[in-house]
């Protein structure tokens, strides 16, 4: 049963809770499974088995922002004008976000070497607080 085969190839070992897809995945980065006619998409069978429905007129996304997430705690069942809002908020909070980084990264560069050591320590610990919130402190 496809369910099975949804586990066995399931790692529920990552730090952020993910469930991540580790058989096949298609260009875009999301898992993809066979249902005995065609290759599906590996989350939306996931959150169809949890929920017990269909996802037909529905789009499964990914709270977690994972491609190859298929816990159903990180999917959402949304319309394509909710999906399309999420993503536009969440493309003008990453702008916002590297502009505050930009602006921290400035004020660093004009003031690190000047600074005594509580004003750099501050830097630093704003600018990996910030790399942090964009998932770029890996």
Known sequence: PIAQRLEKFTNKTDQSGCWLWTASKNEHGYGQIWDGKTNRAAHVIAWEIANGLSARGKIIGHSCETRDCVNPAHLDAVTASENSQWHRKRT???????????????????????????TRAGY???????????????
Do not use: P, S
């Open 92 to 118: 003008l909070q990453l702008l916002q976000d590297r502009k505050e980084l930009v602006a921290a990264l400035r004020l660093a560069a004009d003031d690190l070497l000047d600074g005594d050591y509580e």
């Open 124 to 138: 630093v610990t704003e600018i990996r607080a910030l790399l942090a919130k964009l998932g770029e402190d890996k």
